[in-house]
Each structure stands twice: as structure tokens, then as C-alpha cells.
């Protein structure tokens, strides 16, 4: 099991557990997790609705590519530890981080 | 039957023309492989034969439901339409700017709050401050630098990934003296007396500095709102329309909602389910169109296409 936290708008943090070896991203995981998070483009980092903060683990994940940054440059409240959690690949790398829910509510 | 289609678009297609018409798509029945622009291509050149209408461009605003039931649909642009049975397929619905969350700004919407730059003449010789990094950030700044008395650029970062050209352009203006550049730095508030007058950031530094303006035009992108689909009595769960699955008409008589903003026990947000649906709504919609006529179910393998 990979194990994250997550934090939802009310500051409230829960572990939520991902089996290994599923392909999803961390924006499907979160909807599947009935979090509410708008997600809108489906997971094409489109229309940054599924804007996540790295509170733990920033520096382990992945780069952010060119569509992401694109994305998170127009985000009003987006900062340094910003991330689109649809190009967010679940991976063992994941273990231990904290994510906080920003993104647009339905 | 016949269809008339209005979308506040400027090209049919939705978000396939207008967000990815380049994404190649693998689950489309029969293509193993097509984009999205090519598969709007084909509908296009299917439904051709039907000869529906297109209202292009324009938002629908109001429905009016008639005595005999039917509606007349309004647009933003006065256009009206009148018909039997209304079909919402808005998909993500439409896209609204994106409002930071600074204080006293909803306050200040069309006092000097703007989001986007309708007549640039609005601005001649004011101050406007604008906020935001992407393209239509900097595009705006570089044309309201001749129009208005002082033009502002508040932006997050401290680069611009928007058009390299662009971004030059801003900087040379900003070393030129002509407008004022002001990067790391967020909103934090606006503030007037009936009108605009004021707006706070803060820097990297967590110092709050404050600029007189006359306008703010936030730039931050577009955010999908349900927009006017929140005003007609329809049932709504987590911005989606519920429709019953047996024909997909909402909770209002001769309204149905098919595609990505329905939403039902059990939906996928699929082109091919979208397809099922149309087909079961227009079977249902048949009888508010023709109340007097019985509907055969007809295959065109054996009847053809039934075209006008």
C-alpha cells in the first residue's frame, strides 16, 4: 500500500491508502476518494482544477512539465509548492507526502 | 425533427474543437485512432443531411416557457428561438474568469473591477493595473500602454512563460519606463468609496504595499461555471444536471440534458456514452415535437437517411 495524507479545505488531514501498481493519478484518486475537487478537463492539465499543494515530499516528485506550468502560472493562488495533482503519477515515490486540496469546488 | 444548435463558441465542436483538436482519441466504435477535430469534422459532415441551424457565438441566457409548453430560448445577443423541446449538452458548462480571492473585490465588479477588456477606449488615459502572467496578461499590458495614463503588471512569478516576444516586449517597456513591473508579488485587496480606488500586494518580502488606480483587470485564466443552467429550476448535483436514465430529461418537462453536464447513477464522462444518450432523448423528445404522430423505430440499414 502507498500511503499519503491528504488535506482537505478545512484543514483537515486524513491518510487515504493506494494500492501499488494501479495507474492512476493523483486527481483520480482524490475524486475516488469522493473529495470534492472540480477536475474538470478529465486529467489533460487543461484547466488547473485539481490544484493540489505539496505540504511534504515537494522535492521527490517528478518535474512539472511544460502543460502543467503553463496552468499553474495563471492560478491566482498557486505557489511555489503548487502542483496539478492530474499529472501527479501514483507511485511507491509518493509514500509519506501531504497534499492540501486548492483547486476550484463543485 | 429539426435542430437548431447555439453555443456560446465561436465553431461547433465544444471542447474537443476548442481545448484538444489535436488529442488523438482510441475509443471512439470504428476509429482505432482519431483527433478530436477530425472526429468533429465527421459528425459535421453526417448531420449535414438534416440541415440543422447554428447560432454561433452566443450565450443562451433565459428560457421562456409558452402556455402551450413549448419555449423561447434567449441568447446574450437578443437572438430568440423558438421550439418544442430543449436539449442542454453544455458539456463543461461555460468558461468564466477565474476571480482571485482578494478582499472586497465582488464589491468593486464593474467599478473599476474588470476581467476582461471589452472596449480598450474604457481606458484611455486612466490608471489600470492588471494581474496575472499568462499571454492575456501580457498581450493587454502591452496594448493598454499606449491607451492608458499608467499601466501596472502585478505577476506571481518572476518570469513569464507566456509568448517569448511578449514577455521581451513587457520588459523593455518596464526598462523604458514606460509601465511599472512589479513581480513576486500577490493581490491582497481593493478598496474605494463607490468606486475603485486603490489596490494592496504583497511581495516576497510580506510587505504590503498599496498603488492609486482607477482599474484592476485580473487576468487568471477561465474557470467552467454552470453560468446561467443554475437559474432554470433544474436538479442539480456537484455543478452536473440529473436526468432520469430512461430518456435523459431532467427533472423539467421537455428540457433534457445529455453529454458531460448530466449526470446520473453510474455516468462516464465518454463521447460514446454521450452518443446513447442522444439517441434515447430524441426518441423521447419525438412526442413534444409531434403529438399527434406515433413513432416507429426505424433502422437505416433499412430506410436510409431520412434527410430534409
Redesign the interface.
Known amino acids: 500500500m502507498i500511503n499519503i495524507t491528504i488535506e482537505d479545505r478545512n484543514g483537515e488531514q486524513q491518510p487515504v491508502e493506494v494500492p501499488e501498481g494501479i495507474s492512476l493519478s493523483l486527481m483520480e484518486v482524490l475524486k475516488a476518494s469522493d473529495y ?1 475537487i ?1 477536475a ?3 486529467g ?1 492539465a ?4 485539481c490544484h493540489v499543494q505539496v505540504l511534504k515530499g515537494l522535492d521527490d516528485l517528478p518535474e512539472a512539465g511544460n502543460q502543467e ?3 499553474l ?6 505557489g511555489f509548492d503548487s502542483r496539478l495533482a492530474c499529472q501527479i503519477r501514483i507511485t511507491e515515490n509518493l509514500n509519506g507526502m501531504i497534499f492540501r486540496i486548492r483547486g ?1 469546488e ?1 | 425533427m429539426r435542430c437548431h444548435l447555439i453555443d456560446t463558441l465561436p465553431q461547433i465542436g465544444g ?1 474537443l474543437s476548442e ?2 483538436p489535436q ?1 488523438p482519441i482510441y475509443d471512439i466504435p470504428g476509429y482505432p485512432e482519431i483527433k478530436a477535430q477530425e472526429l468533429v469534422e465527421r459528425l459535421i459532415e453526417q448531420i449535414a443531411p438534416f440541415d440543422p441551424g447554428f447560432t454561433l457565438g452566443e450565450r443562451v441566457e433565459s428560457l421562456e416557457k409558452q402556455e402551450d409548453g413549448s419555449f423561447i430560448v434567449g441568447t446574450n445577443d437578443g437572438t430568440t428561438i423558438h421550439c418544442q423541446v430543449v436539449v442542454i449538452a453544455g458539456g ?1 458548462g461555460c468558461f468564466e474568469p ?5 478582499q472586497g473585490l465582488l464589491d468593486f465588479e464593474g467599478k473599476g473591477v474588470e476581467y476582461m477588456v471589452k472596449k480598450p477606449e474604457n481606458f484611455r488615459d486612466k490608471r489600470v493595473v492588471l ?4 499571454d492575456s496578461a501580457l498581450d493587454w499590458t502591452i496594448f493598454l500602454a499606449d491607451i492608458a495614463e499608467r499601466v501596472t503588471l502585478i505577476h ?2 518572476d518570469t ?3 509568448a517569448p516576444d511578449s514577455a521581451e516586449k513587457v520588459h523593455e517597456l518596464a526598462n523604458n519606463g514606460k509601465i511599472d513591473l512589479i513581480l513576486q508579488s ?2 491582497l485587496s481593493v478598496n474605494g468609496n463607490g468606486s475603485l480606488k486603490e489596490v494592496s500586494f504583497v511581495g516576497r518580502d510580506q510587505v504590503t504595499r498599496t498603488i492609486q488606480t482607477d482599474y484592476l483587470i ?4 477561465l ?2 461555471k454552470l453560468g446561467p443552467i443554475a437559474g432554470w429550476g433544474l436538479n442539480i448535483d ?2 452536473a444536471i440529473l436526468v432520469d436514465t430512461f430518456d435523459y430529461s431532467t427533472n423539467v418537462d421537455r428540457i433534457y440534458a445529455i453529454g458531460d453536464i448530466n449526470t446520473y447513477p453510474g455516468k462516464l ?1 465518454l463521447i460514446l456514452c454521450g452518443f446513447h444518450e442522444a439517441a434515447l432523448m430524441v426518441q423521447s423528445a419525438f412526442k413534444y415535437v409531434y403529438p399527434d404522430q406515433k413513432l416507429s423505430f426505424k433502422y437505416t440499414t433499412v430506410y436510409g437517411v431520412n434527410a430534409f
Do not use: V, W
Open positions: 470534492n472540480l474538470t478537463c478529465g489533460m487543461l484547466c488547473a482544477t506550468m503553463d496552468m502560472d495563471i492560478l491566482p493562488d498557486a476550484d463543485h | 471542447q481545448i484538444y488529442k463543461l477565474r476571480k482571485p480571492e482578494i494581474a496575472g502572467g499568462g506571481r512569478g513569464f512563460r507566456g500577490n493581490l485580473p487576468l487568471f485564466g474557470s467552467p456537484k455543478s464522462k
